[in-house]
């Protein structure tokens, strides 16, 4: 699923922004019960820029401050 997120996030699928943030959201639910940081951090790092790419600056912010908090 994070490999979704990022093909969507450079414009390789035909996924909506709301898709790549559903795919990213499920990646951290996942990666969060087996604890795998780099992972998760990858995640808030695609939903960062989901969010960037919609117009949402503040909530790209906070996921990419999550992102460096599980690096």
């Known amino acids: 699923m994070i490999i979704l997120a990022d ?3 450079k ?9 790549i943030i559903n795919y990213a959201t499920k990646v951290i639910e996942i990666l969060t019960q ?3 940081n780099p992972g998760i951090s ?7 820029i989901a969010y960037k790419n919609s117009g949402d600056y503040q909530r ?3 996921e990419m401050r999550m992102s460096k908090a599980y690096r």
Not at 11 to 19: K, M, P, R, V
Not at 42 to 48: D, Q
């Open 7 to 9: 093909l969507g996030n």
């Open 11 to 19: 414009g390789l699928t035909n996924d909506s922004i709301e898709e």
């Open 34 to 36: 087996v604890q795998n």
């Open 42 to 48: 990858r995640a808030y790092e695609a939903r960062s």
């Open 60 to 62: 790209a912010d906070n």
